[in-house]
């Protein structure tokens, strides 16, 4: 299932350069994708996680770092079930980029930017080392998410064009690259800094680049919502992976 998605993504060229750091795509169950260049490993698998139900969360997947710069992201069994591909492909987009700013991150020395003459990607050259290292003590999901709604959301939407076509306007592509990235996760343990809550602080700014965007791309919270339900409830079968699929 991993490698039909991967399969489809790797023939657009942004995408290829959001995975070139790294060295090695592990697939489940075996067999690699192979990027360009880079140090770290990335690593594809499966696992148990909200999709409904009792809850009105839907995960189609996570990322979960090493300790170093490889990560491995695990996709929701339920939502390689039920998801359409497309919002499966958006899945993939998002997580690989939070592998792409463990390995961002990771790999920089304080103060310093990684050489971006060396990986000449459009998010190295996009984000300062500081920012990142300092959002990310704070909370990974908010810093990632704050980083793409501010500079990777058109390359997200052009990634999703590049091998979708015409089969989505650009609203869709829109709203389907914007899923999640208003979730600043969970408050970590000590958000309280001096009687102010540092946490809600955040949520709130990332909350309003989301609704600029919103906005921006003239989308309305019941059109988006109504979208959302159609690619991750009310799934037409021609729209799933194929029950085949490897």
Known sequence: M???ILNRLKN???FGKLIQPFQKVQLPGGGTLNSLQGLPDLYFGFSTQTYGGTSSSYMLGSTLGDG????KIEFNISAMNNSSQLF???ATIHEVGHAYSTFYVKSGVYGNPVDTTKYSTWAMNIVSFEAAASSQSVNGNYSDHSLFLENYVDNFIKILKDINGSNYT???YQMA???????AGTPPPNSIFNGIN?????????EKFYNNLLTKYGITTAERDAFYLDNLVNVPASKKLPTNCP
């Open 2 to 4: 991993v490698k039909l």
């Open 68 to 71: 170093g710069r490889s990560s």
């Open 12 to 14: 657009s060229s942004t």
């Open 88 to 90: 499966l492909q958006m």
């Open 177 to 183: 690259a914007l899923y999640g990235l208003n979730n």
């Open 170 to 172: 650009d609203k869709q």
């Open 198 to 206: 540092v946490y809600n602080i955040y949520k709130g700014i990332l």
